[in-house]
């Protein structure tokens, strides 16, 4: 159950979220969600009683000491609030939970009914056939006939098993919720954590849709060093390089023929919306 003393008032709040586990390949999404809590300072608003949720024999409590006294803390999923000068923002940090999925999404819900968001953004990451080379395939689907056209998003023709993230995304969009899902790929073949280059392509497109500056601080520089990493990795590798020009070419066939001016006119409007805050 999700409790607070007092729901404070909020100020157009948007709710960000991120789960542990199958959604968060790379932790690239959980990472997002830590980086925004850091530069904005967000500070712990409430969190979801984890009894119910989790089998503490398959995701364990962490033992702690704090002041020579041991603690232990419970995985859950906990929330922070951003005080912005634009807007309120909720961050949800959850590991994805081990049985009753249904009930876990309608207590966020309940949150999310109760505190006014206006938006929901959902953040994952998966493995993919993806070139490290190249930037950062973003995925962004919403089932919100206003939110696609607002974000000129798709609508998810996805089939096959889903984490946590496509339940949430899916009772959002049955109780009439504005809600994204925006899904970064990772290159498969390098799936360790962490993957900066791809936490800062999903904060960039946050960013974008928020319309709130997001400070990167030393991420960009992270991410150069995770690419300047695997591609030494590569060379050391033929058959990886090899598997990478591969991808490569079969990534380009593909911007090629997605290049359209629709698309063209529309980066090139969030790469001059960069520029002008910066």
């Given at each position: 159950m999700i409790e607070w003393s007092e729901l404070p008032e909020l100020n157009r709040p948007v709710l960000v979220t991120a789960f542990e586990g199958w959604n968060d390949a790379g932790e690239a999404a959980t990472d997002a969600i830590d980086h925004l809590r850091m530069m904005w300072d967000a500070h712990p608003f409430t969190e979801i009683d984890p009894e119910d949720y989790y089998d503490f024999q398959v995701t364990r409590p962490h033992v702690s000491i704090e002041d020579d006294q041991r603690e232990i803390t419970w995985p859950t999923t906990?929330?922070?609030?951003?005080r912005l000068p634009e807007r309120d923002v909720i961050l949800a940090h959850g590991i994805e939970?081990?049985?009753?999925?249904?009930?876990?999404?309608?207590?966020?819900?309940?949150?999310?009914?109760?505190?006014?968001?206006q938006l929901v953004i959902n953040l994952g990451a998966l493995l993919a056939d993806a070139p490290h080379t190249r930037s950062v395939p973003l995925t962004a689907f919403s089932g919100h006939p206003d939110v696609v056209g607002q974000f000129a998003l798709d609508e998810s023709r996805y089939e096959g098993p889903t984490g946590i993230v496509g339940v949430l995304q899916s009772m959002c969009d049955t109780a009439q919720v504005p809600c994204v899902s925006l899904w970064a790929a990772v290159p498969h073949y390098v799936s360790s954590a962490p993957c900066p280059k791809a936490t800062l392509a999903i904060l960039s497109r946050v960013e974008d849709m928020l319309d709130v500056?997001?400070?990167?601080?030393?991420?960009?520089?992270?991410?150069?060093?995770?690419?300047?990493?695997?591609?030494?990795?590569?060379?050391?590798?033929?058959?990886?390089?090899?598997?990478?020009?591969?991808?490569?070419?079969?990534?380009?066939?593909?911007?090629?023929?997605?290049?359209?001016?629709?698309a063209i006119a529309a980066e090139f409007e969030r790469y001059l919306k960069r520029r002008s805050q910066s």
């Open positions: 906990r929330f922070f609030l951003a939970p081990n049985m009753r999925w249904r009930r876990f999404c309608e207590e966020i819900t309940g949150l999310i009914a109760d505190a006014d968001v500056p997001i400070p990167m601080d030393d991420l960009p520089d992270q991410a150069a060093a995770w690419q300047r990493g695997v591609e030494e990795l590569a060379e050391e590798d033929p058959e990886i390089r090899e598997y990478v020009q591969q991808l490569e070419r079969s990534r380009d066939t593909d911007d090629l023929s997605d290049a359209s001016g629709e």
